[in-house]
């Protein structure tokens, strides 16, 4: 089946055209700066060279129309008419409570999407504009939502659940959600695809970490905790946003030094992590090269950063019971760095992670990085969220034919 998978932002629009059949991207692109004269259209086509066009589109559907325009170009096109496309799959952000898969996108889920805007006001609104822009060029085709937060909808209460007053969650809808769910669902179905295990018997904590970081406990294929919350900010440091830190402290912050709420949110979300913690970027490479190079708050920032992934990983484990198949890396750390891979790993043979330091010198590519006989595998798997989100757009089709 051919899917358009889009992920449309406030001023961009991401896109892969994909054929499930074979997992193949026939196309893919971006849109940047999206609502001025110089946007910038970049498009590429398997085996050919990449373009970049400078030209005003002022809206999504001006965006839209370009890159469908460019699915049945003549040189550059990969469709010989827009009907070969099955459906749309589009990266929605928030699902709130109530939305637990992915769905087909009509009036009254887009409804529910609306509703959720309060919890991602940044995401939600935007990934709206593309699904509008696409009903409205190409009514006939469905449209389907798969969402950030679905794939964590399966956590038990216990884990989901905050321990505040029990009304904040009845009556205000305080509490976890967890995020990048696309993408811990994909590493840990391709990680028991990997390993030849049935993925409903495969335990694993998968390591989401990039500028973003969530890490999430995958026991037969489930959601059954995950370090982000509410919002995306807990858990293990990030490239700007705090990780974990007592809210007690920021009551102080607020109540003793006079900070106001929206500078304590600037300082968690924007000022914290690697870039607050080194001075320096909140650039994974930069604060290696930094540390090797002797730069004592760099070191500090991969200390801290290793040390909560570490701790988080054996948290995690607890909730897999009985066995943990597998510890999964991914994204842009997770994937390409091998330093903090083994740093990470370094203080977790007490539960079976033994990394094997030669094979673990690989970047960007599947591998097994542990030693043969490691109880615990560990392994890097590039995230690719574009095709979950084309699987799951492709089954949501074909069981609303059935
Ligand atoms: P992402 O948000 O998934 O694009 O990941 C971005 C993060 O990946 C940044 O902190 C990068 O510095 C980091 N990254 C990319 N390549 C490497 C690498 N070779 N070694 C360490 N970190 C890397």
């Given at each position: 089946m051919k899917i358009l998978v889009l992920n449309s932002g406030s001023s961009s629009i991401k896109f892969q055209l994909m054929d499930t059949a074979d997992r193949k991207v026939l196309c893919k692109g971006l849109i940047e700066r999206i609502g001025l004269a110089d946007a910038i259209f970049n498009y590429e086509k398997a085996g050919c060279p990449k373009t970049r066009e400078v030209r005003p589109i002022l809206d999504h559907t001006t965006g839209i129309k370009l890159i469908?325009?460019?699915?049945?170009?003549?040189?550059?096109?990969?469709?010989?008419?827009?009907?070969?496309?099955?459906?749309?799959?589009?990266?929605?952000?928030?699902g709130g409570e109530r939305i637990k898969q992915s769905v087909l996108l009509c009036d009254e889920t887009l409804r529910l999407i609306d509703e959720c805007t309060p919890l991602a006001p940044l995401h939600n609104p935007a990934n709206l504009m593309g699904v509008h822009a696409m009903q409205a060029l190409l009514p006939t085709i469905p449209n389907v939502g798969v969402f950030d937060t679905a794939f964590h909808a399966t956590m038990p209460r216990y884990a989901y659940?905050?321990?505040?007053?029990?009304?904040?969650?009845?009556?205000?809808?305080?509490?976890?959600?967890?995020?990048?769910?696309?993408?811990?669902?994909?590493?840990?179905?391709?990680?028991?695809?990997?390993?030849?295990?049935?993925?409903?018997?495969?335990?694993?904590?998968?390591?989401?970490?990039?500028?973003?970081?969530?890490?999430?406990?995958?026991?037969?294929?489930?959601?059954?905790?995950?370090?982000?919350?509410?919002?995306?900010?807990?858990?293990?440091?990030?490239?700007?946003?705090?990780?974990?830190?007592?809210?007690?402290?920021?009551?102080?912050?607020?109540?003793?030094?006079?900070?106001?709420?929206?500078?304590?949110?600037?300082?968690?979300?924007?000022?914290?992590?690697?870039?607050?913690?080194?001075?320096?970027?909140?650039?994974?490479?930069?604060?290696e090269q930094a540390a090797a190079a002797g730069h004592e708050r760099a070191e500090l920032a991969l200390e801290i950063f290793a040390h909560a992934a570490r701790k988080y990983i054996a948290a995690l484990a607890t909730s897999l019971e009985d066995r943990v198949?597998?510890?999964?890396?991914?994204?842009?750390?997770?994937?390409?760095?091998?330093?903090?891979?083994?740093?990470?790993?370094?203080?977790?043979?007490?539960?079976?992670?033994?990394?094997?330091?030669?094979?673990?010198?690989?970047?960007?590519?599947?591998?097994?990085?542990?030693?043969?006989?490691?109880?615990?595998?560990?392994?890097v798997v590039p995230t690719n969220e574009e095709l979950m989100i084309a699987l799951d757009t492709e089954a949501i089709v074909k069981a609303s034919r059935a």
């Open positions: 469908l325009d460019a699915l049945v170009h003549p040189e550059c096109g990969v469709l010989a008419s827009l009907d070969e496309i099955a459906a749309a799959g589009h990266r929605i952000v928030h659940m905050y321990a505040l007053e029990y009304s904040y969650y009845e009556k205000h809808g305080i509490r976890r959600f967890g995020f990048h769910g696309t993408s811990h669902q994909y590493v840990a179905m391709r990680g028991a695809e990997i390993l030849g295990k049935p993925p409903a018997e495969f335990n694993c904590v998968t390591c989401h970490l990039g500028n973003g970081v969530s890490l999430t406990a995958v026991k037969g294929g489930r959601s059954m905790d995950t370090t982000l919350g509410f919002g995306t900010v807990c858990g293990v440091p990030m490239g700007t946003r705090s990780g974990d830190v007592d809210p007690a402290a920021l009551m102080h912050l607020i109540d003793e030094l006079g900070m106001t709420s929206r500078q304590v949110c600037d300082l968690i979300y924007k000022g914290s992590g690697l870039k607050g913690i080194s001075g320096l970027t909140n650039d994974m490479r930069d604060i198949d597998a510890v999964i890396f991914t994204a842009g750390i997770g994937e390409n760095g091998a330093e903090i891979r083994e740093r990470i790993c370094k203080g977790l043979g007490f539960m079976g992670v033994h990394l094997d330091p030669a094979r673990n010198t690989v970047r960007g590519k599947e591998a097994i990085v542990s030693t043969d006989d490691s109880p615990v595998k560990v392994m």
